[in-house]
């Protein structure tokens, strides 16, 4: 079943209370794998409840459809347990074996994948083969009439009638699993629907977890405050760079931007360096394209932020904030800022296509026709950081006595205003780029930005990383509150996931912004909305 929604803290049951109480109840048992995905044990006493003797039975996660085209290396994350892989599912997967996209490759992946584990010589698919952890894997082929002699698939089947349904055929080969098993069975899934019906019928279901980061690394708009004396607060602030004693402030990742606080009004924000100490922000004063209107930082978040898009040492850089907080702004502005520099050969923006709502259908035209109405906030970002700021009435004078300084481009229609970034994106400075064809491409001396790179999930992600030459800035902005991609949530999608894997890289920095400069209606907007 495909990936509709991660759960709820509210829907979760406490798998927890589930191992403690056991499986009198015909529940079955489970914990959470850990974040890498990985079987945890649970120390238990010999009457089932909490003591110090470790308990060493593995369990067996029967895995759902999505999570096999979510992940297809997950066959690998479950340490020395077993998992356990329904014929129903390879029904499943041959639906999409033959789409072009990153679904259809990750059904391709996975069959591959168990081609190559179950054609080991003396393998048997049904008792399974072992995995580089230790555990194994192995095909389960469920039977209907054989399963039905077991009390927990007859209660399933008169509770969910179509029994033909991959879904409830999946589920049912869940419940006689555990029925027949002497250690933990449980099912897990990324569709919502799926681990409700599952807990329905007192099934353990779990999310996949491997890729999902902890809920506060996606909250966290707030900078970290170490605390210095007026002395040495100065001293920073001539020097520009501050040494401290690992104890006095927390574990810090490198280029994590803290706020150093030598009293509640005597504060300066810095850059903790992969030396160990702390460093000054340099941020110009201002930015200014051409002929375009004035750029400068409105608050602390977009200082720091700015600090990270002009660190020639720092080639990737995500950012988290919510709407109107100036992502798309000043990374436009930064990245065509170092373009005149000549410090990058041109600007490269892209972004998922994924429609809020109903979408539009196909659209005619060339590749910038195309991309056109997705990118529009960055063309709106380029026209304001290109375009002069006029008077409209002096304006209007010299266009009727002089005729109209700034003729159509070859190729607009008549009576069309020309925008003041068209000669860049004609002249290849400014390239339009569609993720779809991304794949294969090998990007040098650019600045590449990717934004609404929360629709992203984390293989595409990676997809555009691993396109970035030498010379080359990857720039991932976006809001995780706002996603429309229906197999990735807030804490899954590519531009978090990113984020947590790349933390500590001495070419990586992070910033997040959490107040909005837009407009007040568009900030009380994104907050009480």
Same mark, same amino acid.
């Not at 000043?330 to 373009?339: F, N």
């Not at 800035?473 to 949530?489: E, H, S, W």
């Given at each position: 079943m495909l990936h509709e929604a991660a759960p709820s803290p509210e829907l979760m049951l406490s798998l927890e209370e589930e191992i403690t109480n056991g499986r009198e109840n015909g529940n079955g048992g489970g914990v959470q794998y850990g974040g890498g995905g990985t079987g945890t044990r649970r120390k238990r006493g010999a009457n089932g409840r909490n003591g110090s003797?470790?308990?060493?039975?593995? /369990?067996?996660?029967?895995?759902?459809?999505?999570?096999?085209?979510?992940d297809p290396a997950c066959l690998q994350r479950f340490e020395d347990n077993e998992v356990c892989i329904p014929v129903d599912v390879l029904g499943e997967l041959d639906r999409f074996k033959n789409e072009?996209?990153?679904?259809?490759?990750?059904?391709?992946?996975?069959h591959r994948a168990l081609s190559r584990a179950f054609s080991q010589p003396g393998a048997d698919v049904m008792q399974g083969v072992t995995t580089a952890g230790g555990g194994r894997v192995r095909l389960v082929v469920f039977d209907l009439k054989e399963a039905l002699q077991s009390k927990p698939v007859q209660r399933f089947e008169r509770v969910f009638h179509d029994m033909e349904k991959p879904d409830h055929r999946i589920l049912a080969c869940a419940l006689w699993l555990g029925h027949l098993s002497d250690h933990? @069975?449980?099912?897990?899934?990324?569709? *919502?629907? #799926?681990?409700l019906k599952a807990r329905a019928v007192g099934m353990p279901c779990e999310d996949y977890l491997h890729d999902k980061v902890e809920a506060r690394e996606v909250s966290q708009t707030e900078l970290v405050t170490v605390q210095v004396t007026s002395h040495e607060l100065q001293r920073f602030a001539s020097s520009s760079i501050l040494e401290l004693e690992p104890r006095r402030y927390p574990a810090l990742a490198v280029n994590e931007y803290v706020l150093l606080s030598a009293g509640e009004k005597n504060t300066m924000p810095a850059r903790f360096s992969a030396t160990g100490s702390f460093i000054k922000l340099h941020v110009p004063e201002s930015l200014k394209i051409l002929q375009g209107r004035t750029?400068?930082?409105?608050? $602390?978040?977009?200082?720091?932020?700015?600090?990270?898009l002009m660190n020639p040492e720092i080639s990737l850089v995500t950012c988290f904030g919510q709407a109107g907080?100036? /992502?798309? *702004?000043? !990374?436009? !502005?930064?990245?065509?800022?170092?373009? #005149?520099?000549?410090?990058?050969?041109?600007?490269?923006?892209?972004?998922?296509? @994924? !429609?809020?709502?109903?979408?539009?259908?196909?659209?005619?035209?060339? *590749?910038?026709?195309k991309m056109r109405p997705w990118l529009q906030p960055v063309y709106d970002a380029l026209d304001l950081l290109t375009r002069p700021a006029a008077n409209p009435s002096f304006s209007k004078k010299k266009t009727s006595r002089h005729g109209n300084p700034n003729p159509p481009l070859q190729g607009m229609t008549p009576g069309s205003a020309a925008a003041p970034y068209d000669p860049l994106v004609q002249s290849g400075v400014i390239e339009i780029e569609a993720l779809c064809y991304i794949r294969g491409r090998?990007?040098?001396?650019?600045?590449?930005? *990717?934004?609404?790179?929360?629709? $992203?999930?984390? $293989?595409? !992600? /990676?997809? @555009?990383?691993?396109? #970035? =030459?030498?010379?080359? /800035?990857?720039? $991932?902005?976006?809001?995780?509150?706002?996603?429309?991609?229906?197999?990735?949530? =807030?804490?899954?999608n590519g531009l978090v996931y990113t984020r947590q894997r790349m933390r500590g890289q001495s070419f990586a920095a992070h910033v997040p912004l959490g107040k909005g400069e837009r407009s007040p209606l568009a900030e009380a907007g994104a907050r009480l909305l």
């Open positions: 003797v470790q308990s060493t039975r593995v /369990k067996s996660f029967v895995l759902d459809t999505n999570v096999l085209l979510h072009p996209s990153d679904r259809g490759a990750n059904a391709r992946e996975v933990p @069975v449980i099912l897990v899934s990324k569709d *919502l629907n #799926m681990q750029i400068k930082p409105m608050n $602390l978040g977009q200082a720091c932020l700015l600090d990270a907080t100036g /992502k798309t *702004l000043l !990374a436009c !502005a930064a990245g065509l800022s170092q373009v #005149m520099g000549n410090t990058y050969s041109g600007i490269t923006v892209s972004r998922p296509i @994924v !429609a809020m709502g109903q979408g539009i259908g196909f659209l005619p035209g060339s *590749l910038h026709e090998s990007i040098p001396d650019r600045f590449f930005i *990717l934004d609404e790179a929360q629709q $992203l999930t984390p $293989l595409e !992600a /990676k997809t @555009v990383v691993t396109r #970035m =030459s030498r010379g080359s /800035k990857l720039v $991932l902005i976006g809001d995780p509150a706002q996603i429309d991609n229906p197999y990735v949530d =807030s804490r899954s």
